[in-house]
C-alpha cells in the first residue's frame, strides 16, 4: 500500500487543520495506522495512533487535548483533526502503516511511510 498525506498549510496560532491521509490500497489489513511529525533539524516523533476499528487511539502528550484521529477503512483513509494549534506543531507530517517490532509510538515499527504535508502555524 502506498499512504499520501494531504491537508496541510499555513495558519495561525490557535487555528485549525485537518490532515488527510489516502491509502492507494486497502488498509482494512493493517491494525494500527498512525501520524508522525518532523520538524527542521528534529527526529521524527510520534503524533497518534488508531486501531483497526477506531475503538483504540493514541496520541502523544503534546497532541492530547487537542488533536483527534480517526480511520475511514471503507474508503482507506485516515485522518487527524488539529486544533488549536501553536508554532511548536510546526512539522512535515506523515503518515504510516504499523507493522509491529515495537512500541505504537515508535517510528521504527511503521512502514509504507508516504510523501508528507507540511503544517506551517505562524505566531
Known amino acids: 500500500v502506498q499512504l499520501q498525506a494531504s491537508g496541510g498549510g499555513l495558519v495561525q496560532a490557535g487555528g485549525s487543520l485537518r490532515l488527510s491521509c489516502a491509502a492507494s490500497g486497502l488498509i482494512n489489513s493493517y491494525v494500527i495506522m498512525g501520524w508522525f511529525r518532523q520538524a527542521p533539524g528534529k527526529e521524527r516523533e510520534f503524533v497518534a495512533a488508531i486501531t483497526w476499528g477506531g475503538e483504540g487511539t493514541f496520541l502523544s502528550d503534546s497532541a492530547k487535548g487537542r488533536f483527534t484521529i480517526s480511520r475511514d477503512n471503507t474508503n482507506n483513509m485516515m485522518y487527524l483533526e488539529m486544533g488549536n494549534l501553536k508554532p511548536e506543531d510546526t512539522a512535515v507530517y506523515y503518515c504510516?502503516?504499523?507493522?509491529?517490532?515495537?512500541?505504537?509510538?515508535?517510528?521504527?515499527?511503521?512502514?509504507?511511510w508516504g510523501q508528507g504535508t507540511k503544517v506551517t502555524v505562524s505566531s
Open positions: 504510516g502503516t504499523y507493522r509491529g517490532g515495537g512500541r505504537w509510538s515508535s517510528e521504527r515499527a511503521y512502514d509504507n
